[in-house]
């Protein structure tokens, strides 16, 4: 006897239970939770590593791990009760400059929040022993367009003066590249 259901009514479930099971596997993919760190020493306060001057030295790479521009940024950071500013002042090695100013909220339980004007929303994070890991959305201009790209932001303290950063840039799940970077207080 002949079904009477076709094996092409399935084919939308068949396709729909591939893509829940690539899903689950890139969400097995995810990356370390900032608890995981929460042992590690010296303890990172972003209230006290970002107050006063410091300068950092990064490169930007694209998905293959070439560099494709580097920079330095000097900046100044206040803090008055739970709220701070970070004043950046970049500038690339093709001669160009930017500054961005972050506005920081302290929530308290390590967890911070902040805005600048080419953050797209409101960066959140948290930080737990030597490290701090927020995301956000970064306006970034490219070839004359402004891509909105998702950053995976992680910070590690090293010692009193030295802070080593790493954000994945990606948009639309798709990663872009890398922004390393070296912190020193002045």
């Given at each position: 006897m002949k079904s009477m259901?076709?094996?092409?009514?399935?084919?939308?479930?068949?396709?729909?239970?591939?893509w829940l099971?690539?899903?689950?596997?890139?969400?097995?993919?995810?990356?370390p939770s900032v608890q995981e760190y929460a042992?590690?020493?010296p303890e990172l306060d972003l209230r006290q590593y970002f107050n006063g001057?410091?300068?950092a030295h990064g490169v930007f790479t694209d998905r293959s791990g070439k560099v494709v521009k580097r920079f330095t940024v000097r900046m100044t950071g206040r803090w008055s009760g739970n709220e701070g500013t970070l004043d950046e002042h970049f500038v690339y090695s093709d001669g160009s400059t930017q500054q961005r100013i972050w506005h920081l909220k302290y929530l308290g339980e390590g967890r911070y929040t902040g805005r600048a004007d080419d953050v797209v929303g409101e960066a959140r994070g948290q930080?737990?022993?030597n490290a701090f890991h927020w995301n956000y959305v970064l306006a970034l201009p490219v070839n004359g367009k402004v891509w909105n790209v998702s950053m995976d932001d992680w910070m590690y303290l090293?010692?009193?003066?030295?802070?080593?950063?790493?954000?994945?840039?990606?948009?639309?799940?798709?990663?872009?590249?890398?922004?390393t970077l070296s912190f020193t207080r002045e």
């Open positions: 259901v076709s094996t092409r009514s399935f084919l939308p479930l068949r396709r729909a239970g591939v099971a690539l899903m689950g596997m890139l969400a097995g993919c995810a990356g042992r590690e020493r001057p410091l300068v930080s737990a022993g090293m010692d009193g003066r030295t802070m080593l950063n790493r954000a994945a840039m990606s948009k639309f799940g798709i990663h872009l590249g890398d922004v």
